[in-house]
């Protein structure tokens, strides 16, 4: 509305106003003048009647300006019929029509009577409500301070059930305190952290991770730390339950989180660096794993954080992805580390992370062929696993999963059987039957029964073991790839080559997929497949994957590694099986110069029987060759390992006399026909001891270099020996 436009209306209002005014003081003059031509009133009574009207009139001329403004502020469309009614009357001048539609609305002065003793009630009702209020809130003061009592209370109760490992009982009073407010994001955290830790029920303390997410989303916003914290434990249960695409989801997006609050080089950014390093080991990428962790170090250290709880789980994490490298010298180094600065931080003996640091140390050493110290560490950390954990946590499984392999690499068959199914029944009891670990556990207790000689039953777990994971990741899995090989081993065993290459072929493709042409597991398949072709009598296949898989171990490795040895003396058995003594021998001196300093962990009996037997052979064209064996053959002795169930021990002996061969003979050993006897004699500590075959349940026959020195003593020893029992 427009000046101009309020200016008309206000003129149009007056206007009306002033001739409404007119009529009606015309019409009170002919009331007035009719009563008194009526006699109804007196000539004096006439007078003063109109010297009233007059003056009403002239008050209400007075007031025509006020009416105007008033009458022009109303906006009709605005207030009600009844009103609008009302004011049109007043406008119009029809106040007799206005009054009476007032007066059905009751006498005004009641109505006023009646609304004050409302507003009386109202005010009684108002103070009544501020008393209430009043109330409310010293009542949820108290509440709040009986909900942070009780939650002290609850932790207390899940601190004392905690240390006495209870977990059950702890995880009640961790969760009751939970409950108590549900928008409480530490206490939500907390609660799914021991969940999850202690209890393995990864869906439920999935609950308490995104409820708590959504909390701290809602009270802090999306870019807040306690955001980026509920995001990395999603994505630990992810990684976990085996979801490494959406663990890795979100490990990322606390990373991004936590770059925008902190910047590049936070100790909150190496923690995400591991997170994401601990996805790329669990796909079997550990060289993007080992930038990772690096990266993670170099924060650390500028962070000042050296001797701290992140810097022992980088090391950890460097550990594994040596170990998974097959480095386990490297491995053994990292994880050393890791237990040289959990030892300073923690005084406990019964520490998890020390714990685990054992847990480590056992399976490298185990790698490492030291199967004493390897079972030692197990036994520790499987102590501490079961009093913290209980039997049916992921960490004690793997303990006792590694325990069963172990039993295998010390020839004892049925433990590892015992152990591999216990560990299968485990692990579904945790995850059920479609699960990662579940499939492993699976294909260990194939590899037992394969241990036990039952070929059958071992493919049978292998392949159900391959299915699962088929099931969950397609062919993406370097377990995967494992699991053919290890088929392929089994037909190539049994002397079904034509499977046996299948099962390689399909471990290298999916080995190169995963891994692309540079790393070890694919050298091993190369391997394989070579291995395969040598039998199939097709050398020329075989050398070629044999020389591939040198190529790529050098490139990997450098020159000096037992993998480069192994395919040297790998390449001289396919110049042995043509014929080629001269150059098989020659790739044998330099595997064994490769191997010189692994030999103490490391069967050399791959290199060492080729070139036995090349002698062997080279013997019979010449007696030339002879003294070139027996310098060759001075520093190495046979060893049997013997499990002796009449005394329970399983024990390397140096082998002296076996059949009609003995450790002077220039006869075959690995030629020799069925013993006429079932004797063997063999030598330990300098002592020398007669053994029958038939009390012993399983050999084990290997080679060691020992050295010229040692071996010249067990001579001595046995020449000896034999003069005192009167033998030639």
Sequence with gaps: ETPDDRADEELANERKIRRSLQRQLMQKEDEIEQLREENHITQEEYRARLQELYAQQETSEKLISKMVEYYSQIDYDQIDEFNRRISSYILNGELARADSLLATKGDIGSRIAALKQHQAVNAEEQAELARRQQALSESEALATKEVNDLAQDCYHKYEIMKMQYRNDSAAYYIELRASLDTTNVQWQLDAGDFINKYLT?????????????????????????LVAICLDKIGYICDTKGNYTDAWTYYQQALEIK?????EEHIEIAKSLLNLGNVYDQRGKNDEALESYNKALEICKISQEENSDVITQIYDSMGISYYFKYDYDNALLYFTKSLEIKEKLHDDDLNPDIANSYSYLATTSQGLGYYDKASSYYSKSLNVYKIIYGKNHPTTISVTSNMGILASY??????????????????????????????KSIFNLGIAYRDMGDDNKALEYYNEAAKILTEIYGNTDPYLAMFYSFTGDIYYNNND???????????LEIRQNIYGESHPDVAQSMVSLGQVYLAAGDSDSAIGYFRDALKLFKKLYGEQHPDVAFS???IGTVYFMQGDYG???EYGNKAMEIIRP???RLSIMPIYAPMYRSYMELIKQSDKYVDDFLNFNSEYVFTITIEDDSVGEISEYAVLEYNDWNIESLNNFFEMEEPESEKILAIKDGVISEYSLDKISSITLDVKRIGKEQKSKIIT???TWKKEHNLK
């Design 717 to 719: 020893a046995y020449k």
């Design 201 to 225: 029920k990864y869906d439920k303390a999935e609950e308490y991770f995104r409820c708590a997410l959504r909390n701290s989303m809602t009270q802090q916003g999306e870019n807040s730390i």
């Design 410 to 439: 010390m020839k004892d068959y049925k433990t590892a059987l015992k152990y591999a199914q216990e560990t299968v029944d485990l692990w579904k009891s945790v995850f059920g039957e479609k699960h990662p670990n579940t499939a």
């Design 598 to 600: 692994f030999v103490h």
């Design 568 to 570: 040297l003396a790998n």
């Design 259 to 263: 770059k925008t609050l902190f910047g």
């Design 583 to 585: 150059k098989m021998l």
């Design 497 to 507: 080559l034509d499977s046996a290459i299948k099962y390689f072929r399909q471990s």
